[in-house]
């Protein structure tokens, strides 16, 4: 079987700089919140005499906030923004929230703050956590996401404890001024080091390159969209080269999985309802991520006995009806099939689409999947 990763979050840092930096990044941005989230509630109480209820509602706020940005509108922000600069702006209007809290005079600039606050939390969060992985790669993603967890988790236990020192020994309002200066001083460092290491740029265009590759395999006939033709000419191909008759069994199945997963793909994906995929409908359509029923699709449509995986001379049919170079098919067939078997099964299939689609990787063993 596959072999594990074996390198420690030292040796990637040792070889990756930046993963050291945005695992101190998330300490210093998660400390600063933990800072101000134990110490809001004592705060309205001390400085606006609330009571229990009322900042309940206060956090109720914070929530709803908070699943708005997260369901509704990280993604466009993502998609128009960039990773890094989406980042950026979260930490801009997480410091603005912070220095409100203090200098808030009437209800007003409090739920204001409040909003601006989840806002800006719920925007430099994920976008970090997708930032770590990218630099991590698929292999040690589970490595360096640990290790930027067990640092998230120290910041939770410090945070806490400096709140309660800088309310008690200075003022109410120092926790949130301390937050602010550290959110300014990462977004400094964030500034030198994410610009310096073009880390969103490169991923997005490499990403993007991998998905267009997809769409022109889908788009059959090189015509600029993906159609049911699209569909019906590959099985045509495919039964041409395996030797099917319109009337055999073999024929049928193919027909009935691919044409049948062409129109679902078409249903999901066509925005403007001419059903029609254009290259802008796919990539925003897969940008979301998919489940696994395309590379189930695609196994299927590779899998000639139907036994529910793939030898090298199903994929070599595969490659010949989508004109891929079979050259490498060798090479290639014993790097995609990971557990050395002899053939590529349903779970590594899935795997390996995958790491095509999503793998931030410049080589990954999936981006191997439609030809070197």
Not at 34 to 57: D, K, M, P, R
Not at 342 to 367: A, K, N
Request: aromatic share 12%; proline share 2%; with cysteine.
């Amino acid at each position: 079987s596959q072999k594990s990763p074996t390198l420690s979050i030292w040796s990637l840092i040792k070889q990756n700089p930046l993963i050291a930096f945005l695992i101190s990044l998330g300490f210093f941005l998660r400390f600063g919140i933990f800072i101000i989230q134990v110490i809001l509630a004592l705060w309205l109480s001390e400085i606006w005499g609330w009571n229990a209820e009322n900042t309940g509602y206060v956090f109720l706020l914070f929530g709803l906030v908070t699943a708005i940005t997260q369901g509704k509108l990280i993604g466009p922000t993502v998609k128009k923004l960039g990773e890094v600069n989406t980042l950026m702006l979260g930490l801009v209007v997480t410091m603005v929230a912070l220095i409100s809290f203090p200098l808030a005079r009437n209800l007003y600039i409090l739920l204001l703050a409040v909003v601006l606050l989840s806002f800006g939390n719920s925007l430099f969060r994920p976008c970090l956590s997708s930032l770590l992985s990218q630099s991590a790669g698929t292999k040690y993603q589970g490595t360096v996401l640990g290790a930027a967890e067990s640092f998230i988790a120290l910041a939770g236990i410090l945070g806490p404890f400096s709140s309660g020192l800088l309310f008690e020994n200075i003022s109410p309002g120092a926790p949130f001024i301390a937050s602010a200066l550290l959110f300014a001083t990462q977004f400094i460092l964030a500034w030198v080091w994410l610009r310096k290491s073009n880390l969103s740029n490169s991923m997005s265009k490499r990403r993007q390159r991998k998905l267009q590759r997809l769409f022109q395999m889908l788009d059959y006939d090189g015509n600029g969209t993906v159609e049911p033709e699209d569909f019906e000419k590959t099985v045509v191909s495919l039964a041409d080269i395996r030797g099917w008759s319109k009337e055999s069994q073999e024929y049928q199945l193919m027909v009935s999985s691919w044409l049948g997963f062409g129109e679902r793909l078409i249903q999901l994906a066509d925005a403007n309802g001419d059903r029609k995929i254009e290259l802008h409908e796919w990539l925003d359509y897969v940008g979301k991520r998919f489940d696994h029923s395309l590379a189930d699709a695609f196994l299927q449509l590779m899998d000639v006995n139907v036994d529910g995986q793939i030898a090298v001379e199903e994929l070599k049919g595969f490659y010949q009806a989508y004109d891929i170079d079979v050259s490498e098919i060798s090479n290639n067939f014993q790097s995609l099939d990971m557990n050395q078997d002899g053939h590529i099964s349903r779970t590594e299939m899935r795997e390996l689409f995958d790491q095509f689609l999503y793998s931030e990787e410049e080589i990954s063993i999936g981006s191997w999947l439609f030809g070197s």
